[in-house]
């Protein structure tokens, strides 16, 4: 193991992205990425199933993607950069990921924030 990343996983919250989970991750991370062009958004839009399946993604990232389980999607992998292109797609903004993957609704969510009224 990487001495650099001893003890990290005792830290709540913290994923790990190194060179392993870079490797697994990867076909997902591209068709995250690839989200900033419209032709990949709107095959997406019209059969995610198809756009999915012809990126390689494993059963398991597509469900991960249809359930947009954005906590879920961290954990194994997905870089937040990429994530975001993909939460346009899908029509959320920031805050409405960060309220889920906190598991809270978006009003409690933004009750936590300095300036809740800010939206």
């Known amino acids: 193991m990487n001495p650099q990343l001893a003890g990290l996983d ?6 790990v992205f190194d060179l392993r989970v870079s490797h697994r991750a990867m076909k997902l991370n591209r068709f995250l990425w690839n989200m900033i062009g419209a032709p ?20 398991e990232e597509q469900e991960l ?23 346009r797609v899908a ?11 906190r598991g809270e609704t ?3 969510f ?5 300036v809740p009224e800010c939206r």
Not at 40 to 59: C, H, N, W
Not at 110 to 114: C, I, L, N, P, Y
């Open 40 to 59: 990949a958004r709107d095959t997406f839009k019209a059969d995610p199933v198809k756009a999915m399946t012809e990126a390689g993604l494993s059963a």
């Open 110 to 114: 933004m009750k936590t924030r300095r």
């Open 10 to 15: 005792d830290l709540q919250g913290t994923y």
């Open 106 to 108: 978006f009003d409690d």
């Open 65 to 87: 993607v249809r359930k947009e389980d954005w906590i879920g999607l961290i954990r194994y992998g997905a870089s937040f950069f990429v994530l975001e292109k993909f939460a």
């Open 91 to 101: 029509g959320r903004t920031n805050l409405e990921v960060y309220a889920m993957m």
